[in-house]
């Protein structure tokens, strides 16, 4: 049905040969990535070798190969195990069988959803954020809705960076390689047998990308990879690391994407019924539709060309932040895509597209303006961005009043089986009904949660804090023992870290206007929170770019508190952010704390995963919770943007602190006689009931496919 189907095939008979009989279809499960949001999935390719399965990163395949004959004989007589395998084998299976949604698209005429940036799962390491995993999460939910989809990205083989904290707070950046031959993919190979390749025009070298296959339930996945023997070192190194601080590299990797990704499309023989664009990295793919778009039309009908151009291509715009919309002066531009502008037809008309003035020839051009330009719909990804980004790009259409803008909003959400997990899934489970998952998006499906007894969210809100101490007490030791830090610190996360403390977290890319230094601003009160009669605990994590100096500073201010005697064994900052690390974090903080500078945050999804993990939100009023806050189900920070961002901060980190010291901590703590906060489990339902369906993939998916892909 779709490309390299029967390299799939071939893969999965070759590793089901090395296996016990009972045991084979594991070997189906290792190249899909579906078993990962089944709520036995996990657990049970863990069972077969748990030690293998952390060495190797939860990847199914590695373990597999990886585990001793014995072991794996071992579990081959172990009958309960080999049943749940056998049921979450059928519960794959016949997912797959299932029909696809009916409508405008087909396996032949797929949405081809084109991306940088692909978080899945962290077996998987071609993510660095909040873009990829939206990604991911949109890719699990076409599946789970049999929405016809493909995605496009490429194959970094050195993936994002690894991070290291020295004992001054200072971040450190490492990279580790990935072999894909170790991955759960296959390479797409053509009618010869040979590896399926496209090339690509980057300065003076055709660049020859193959093409690597991952199966995301029933929605494959195409990663481009140039490390092929026919290309130059520099060729080769295309595609090496995601985000490379290069910017002719970086330039390179967009032609990749966007022109290699088409081309590949077409040498598949797929041709999309839409491409949506994830943010502008991909849109040099708009030339190569346009080069074939003129192969198809009479000669002298260019306008023609573009609007058939335009009427493939939807675009989402993520950031208002300027870093993020990055431009190039036109000879940095053409020493590296000069025959990418070529199909164009005109190199004057290929840096247009992308300046925010076309007839300014000095103005520099960028991806983003290009994606809008080139696109029949834009949306930002939240109410509030929605507003933001038709005031940041208005000056592209002039003429036209702010609010007459066409860049719309689809609110992001979050794939509610990959984010809901442990106590709290066994517990909506039981209480929701059969197929409950399925109708995420309905609010009727959520309202069974005002009726679950207190004591047994209660207890699932315990277990569930109770897994995540037992993980941060470990993490927390081992990152201090390996940055050389003295003993009593390293094991005051031991001794300090307690199973029923109020546990707030923080977690997410470091950027600066993401403001966790708002946090170290008031030390004393921080202080006190931490050691005074009720003390609360907190868990820090998240990465800062390799070239953002502001950003890790801030790390460097909170590691200033740490010498503390309270603080040692009550806070703690988790090294090497990743989607497994981020996963526990939302599942175990009962508090989850955002702070963004308004109107920076263009959605935020981690408060959406904490919400389903049972977690109160404290944040300011940006981004999503600008629409989810109600007055009764979290708390909220004033968003009104402010030029004076010293005064700004001062104000919020009071703010901040005011709520944790006057709210959170005295309800957390007010319980009735069975020890339940009753209060505090409240307003656990009130967020789960008004914010479940609003924020799910579902909802977000289903408003993409009914509003932004079928209206051509």
Known sequence: MFAGDADIERAVAELGLALPERLKPLAQMAYDYRWSWSADGAAVIRAIDPDCWERTHANPRRLLTETGRRQLEQADRDSALTDRIERLSSELRNDRQRPWREGAFSPQHPVAFCCAEFGLHGSLPIYSGGLGILAGDILKEASDLALPMVGVGLMYRTGYFHQRIDVTGFQ????????????????????????????????????????????????????????????????????????????????????????????????????????????????????????????????????LAWRRVRGQVVVTTHTPVAAGNETYPRDELLAMLGRIADLAGDRERFLSMGRIDPDNRDQPSGLTALALRASRHANGVSQRHGQVARGMWQPMFPGRAVEGVPIDHVTNGVHVPTWLQGPMRELLDRHLGPGWLTRADQTETWAPVNDIPAAEIWAARCAARRQLVEMITGRAIGDRLRRGEPLDYASAANNGFDNGRLTIGFARRLATYKRLHLVALAPERAIALVGGERPVQFVFAGKAHPADHEAKEVVRRLFALKGFPSVSGRAAFLEDYDMALAGQLVRGCDLWVNLPRPPLEASGTSGMKSVLGGGLQLSVLDGWWAEAYDGGNGWAIDGHVDADHQAQDQRDANALFELLERQVVPMFHERDAEGVPQRWVAMIRRSLVTNGPRFSATRMLREYADRIYCNG
């Open 172 to 303: 450190h950046e490492y990279w580790l390689d990935a072999d894909p031959e170790r991955l759960p993919c296959v390479r797409v190979t053509g009618a010869d047998g040979q590896p399926l390749t496209v090339t690509v025009p980057i300065g003076d070298e055709d660049v020859v990308a193959q093409v690597w296959r991952v199966d995301v339930g029933r929605v494959p996945l195409y990663l481009l990879d140039t490390d092929r023997p026919e290309n130059s070192p520099l060729g080769r190194w295309v595609t090496s690391r995601l985000y490379e601080s290069n910017r002719a590299i970086r330039l390179a990797q967009y032609a990749v994407l966007g022109v290699g990704g088409v081309r590949a499309l077409r040498a598949m023989g797929i041709q999309p019924g839409v491409y949506h664009l994830n943010e502008g990295h991909p849109a040099l793919g708009v030339f190569e539709l346009l080069a074939q778009a003129r192969a198809e039309q009479p000669t002298g009908h260019d306008d």
